[in-house]
């Protein structure tokens, strides 16, 4: 890539964007936090990625998806499966009726492993089944709906039935998938101990990279001609379309990469928390995703990491302190989000912040940085019909 390449897909103002989250989540955190608080915020980074993909389908293509939990479940679920028949070894099962199977199918008297299971001994199927599953289970949904130009309201009521359907699919097969309880009790990967501090340590930076990595991925299709046509299409889709472009395909497209992202983020969730269950796949923690993207900014990819940072820790910290009262105090956040700042906390930096840091910045280089300008077209377009 040239120079010029480089430069219009990492302006200044991003590449600041980047270094600065980077100098929060790789060093500011880790040397602040114990290991305790410092698993919660990787926690909540696993929903950064939902909330990523949330800015490219939502704030980008107008698709509004209320069942991203879907997507996030089913990254984790792949990656429980894993971790799960490590731990059912048959040294580990021995006391079983059955030795060598989960513990939850000995418990519904089921005596050989089902064959979907077969293939999660394998670390590589289950890395590239953790992307390409929901990908394929997002373009069908995505096919069946774009094709016949369902979107709107209707896409997300659909997508918010779809939620509910697999939640209770996933409870009522206990046998296959541990019911409500999910998949519990994961404890090593290829023998190494993943509940020990120093696994923990190992999977927030695991966890960061991928983020990053992500970031990357989304960067290059908000600042691609993918990126502008998306917009193009929130704005005005029968002018794309009788511009000659087919707007279900790039729908279809935007949405498998926003499920992608989702399951990369619930795989995870799985390492770093050691569990996965069907109460992160229905339709409560789905509009809880919606959540953070919302809150910080639906417009900006960097937004969505501090909008499910904040929201999270806004959570823990009510629920700790006033545990009978932080649902209602999530519900507050969200609406005074809506009327307040509706482009979220993105849209506040923008406004009030970034003039200021551009002024600072002019004032010890003796340049100007000063980008409000430039964005303020972008602004006003992206801040259109959601």
Known sequence: MSYAGLRSLLPKNDLINFAVLALILVVVLPLSLDIFRLNLVGKYLTYAFVALGLVLCWGYGG???????????LGGYAMAMFLKLEASSPENTAIQSTPGIP????????????????????????????????????YIIGVAMFKRRVGGVYFAIITQAVAA????????????????????????????????????YVFYFLCVFMLFLCLGVAQFVRKSKLGRLLVAMREMEDRVRFSGYD???FKIFVFCLGSAFAAIGGAMFTLQVGFMSPTFVGIVPSIEMVIFCAVGGRLSIFGAVYGALVVNWAKTTFSESFPE?????????????????????????TKY?????????????????????????????EGGNP
């Open 353 to 381: 912040c970034e003039p200021k840091v551009n002024q600072l910045i002019a004032r010890f280089t003796g340049k100007s940085n000063d980008t409000s300008a430039e964005l303020a077209p972008q602004m006003k377009t």
């Open 165 to 200: 359907i697999l939640t209770i699919l996933i409870i009522g097969q206990q046998g296959y998938t541990g019911g409500v309880n999910g998949i519990t009790d994961l404890r090593t990967l290829f023998g190494w101990d993943i509940r020990t501090n120093e696994a923990k």
């Open 63 to 73: 698709i509004l998806s209320l069942g991203q939990g879907v997507f996030f479940g």
């Open 247 to 249: 707007v279900a395909n």
């Open 103 to 138: 513990d939850f199918m000995d418990w519904n008297q089921l005596t050989e492993l089902p064959w979907f299971w077969q293939p999660f001994h394998s670390l590589t199927f289950t890395v590239i089944a953790i992307i390409v599953i929901p990908s394929i289970f997002a």
């Open 325 to 349: 009262l932080w649902l209602f105090a999530m519900g507050a956040l969200f609406i005074g989000v809506v009327m307040a700042f509706p482009n979220g906390l993105a849209g506040l930096y």
